[in-house]
């Protein structure tokens, strides 16, 4: 397709006039970036950042249907690979990001931790499902504070922060962040986008808390990590495939 214009998902979820797209054209995007995220775990890759900032949205000519007044998105991309690594670099570690742009998308397991720790898939899936989340509402979760962010007003109940220094509160229980979250995925999505969408995104927010594990360098937990791009198949793609064919007025295949 001609494509003339492209924004960071960040970007556009900030802008005034975000309520201007179809349904069906949203899922769609939702359904393609899950993809991108699993074809890069199929290759071996892990992204290390799967944020609204890392993924550039593309637009169509005409930037907006001048009849309905909707936005032309179409493929999204994703960027931002300074933290990719190969999947067998097991013993690869990083320190989770102090910044909020950055922080609030990492799994509660990595951002509580101590020092370096291992980044895995689950996190990327983790990282996906607070994207999922933002798209199903069409707002961001962190708005613009001079040459920074801060988590909007909407997303102040769920996300345990330090007003005074504008750092996310590590000292938060991983439980009860992962329980924060849940809960207003559950409040805020069924009304805005579905209870399918939602279970969708509850699903990819639940990665790596049902494994019993704690320590990711356990050798046991190699076992754990064999299943995870299936799982991401059956109960995420696959969904989200059925219900933008739905929404979409087409037929299953």
Same mark, same amino acid.
């Given at each position: +397709?001609?494509?003339?214009?492209? #924004?960071?998902? *960040?970007r556009f979820l900030t802008m005034?006039?975000?309520? !201007?797209?179809?349904?069906d054209s949203r899922l769609s995007f939702a359904l393609q970036l899950a993809i991108a995220v699993h074809v890069l775990h199929t290759l071996g890759i892990i992204h290390g950042s799967i944020r609204p900032d890392?993924?550039?949205?593309?637009? *169509?000519?005409? #930037?907006?249907?001048?009849?309905?007044?909707?936005?032309?998105?179409?493929?999204?991309?994703? =960027?931002?690979?300074h933290k990719a690594r190969c999947d067998v670099q097991k013993n690869?570690?990083?320190? +989770?990001?102090? =910044?909020?742009?950055?922080?609030?998308?990492?799994? +509660?397991?990595?951002?509580?931790?101590?020092g370096d720790q291992p980044y895995a898939m689950e996190d990327d899936i983790y990282g996906l499902g607070l994207c999922? #989340?933002?798209?199903?509402?069409?707002?961001s979760m962190l708005r613009r504070d001079g040459d920074g962010f801060i988590i909007d007003d909407w997303a102040e109940d769920f996300f345990e922060y330090r007003k005074s220094d504008g750092e996310l509160d590590r000292t938060c229980p991983v439980a009860m962040r992962h329980e924060?979250? &849940?809960?207003?995925?559950?409040?805020?999505?069924?009304?805005?986008?579905?209870?399918?969408?939602?279970?969708?995104?509850?699903? !990819?927010?639940? #990665?790596?808390?049902?494994?019993?594990?704690?320590?990711? *360098?356990?050798?046991?937990?190699?076992? &754990?990590?064999?299943?995870?791009?299936?799982? !991401?198949?059956?109960?995420?793609?696959?969904p989200l495939r059925r219900l933008q064919v739905r929404v979409s007025g087409g037929s299953k295949k």
């Open positions: +397709p001609n494509v003339s214009t492209a #924004f960071t998902l *960040r005034e006039e975000t309520d !201007c797209h179809a349904l890392s993924i550039f949205l593309t637009f *169509r000519e005409p #930037f907006r249907d001048h009849q309905t007044g909707r936005y032309n998105i179409t493929t999204p991309y994703l =960027a931002g690979y690869e570690l990083d320190s +989770p990001s102090r =910044a909020l742009s950055e922080g609030i998308y990492h799994h +509660p397991w990595y951002l509580n931790r101590e999922l #989340f933002e798209i199903g509402l069409w707002k924060n979250i &849940i809960r207003a995925a559950k409040r805020l999505l069924p009304l805005k986008i579905g209870n399918a969408y939602t279970d969708i995104v509850v699903t !990819c927010l639940s #990665f790596g808390f049902n494994d019993g594990k704690d320590d990711r *360098r356990d050798k046991a937990y190699e076992a &754990i990590r064999a299943d995870i791009s299936l799982r !991401c198949v059956k109960d995420v793609l696959y």
